[in-house]
Nanobody
Framework: QVQLVESGGGLVQAGGSLRLSCAAS????????MGWYRQAPGKQRELVAA???????NYVDSVKGRFTISRDNAKNTVHLQMNSLKPEDTAIYYC??????????????WGQGTQVTVSS
């Protein structure tokens, strides 16, 4: 069984920083692309940032220059460094990863979500 566990959310004032982390664990054979999504109240879930196993990254326009995604392939972890936070960044943030388990079955996995609240 494979699971993603997130940490690092919280409450911060506008202009502040937070760092989210996500660790994949369980019967993992290989981890492919990893990413962070977010969902604000009344809005659809959106991709915030993604990173391939080779380190290529992409970001939604609204976070470019403020957020940085990184990963540690040896530890099966992905991080999201969020700087210059704005109230509109307030959302539940979800970790996502494409993983082949030791059974050789491929699936997309989601973390449980972590709340990020930015006060003005």
């Amino acid at each position: 069984q494979v699971q993603l566990v997130e940490s690092g959310g919280g409450l911060v004032q506008a202009g502040g920083s937070l760092r989210l982390s996500c660790a994949a664990s369980g019967s993992i054979f290989r981890v492919y692309g990893m990413g962070w999504y977010r969902q604000a109240p009344g809005k659809q879930r959106e991709l915030v940032a993604a990173i391939t196993s080779g380190g290529n990254t992409n970001y939604v326009d609204s976070v470019k220059g403020r957020f940085t995604i990184s990963r540690d392939n040896a530890k099966n972890t992905v991080h999201l460094q969020m700087n210059s936070l704005k109230p509109e960044d307030t959302a539940i943030y979800y970790c996502n990863a494409g993983i082949t388990a030791t059974s050789r079955n491929y699936n997309t996995y989601w973390g449980q979500g972590t709340q990020v609240t930015v006060s003005s």
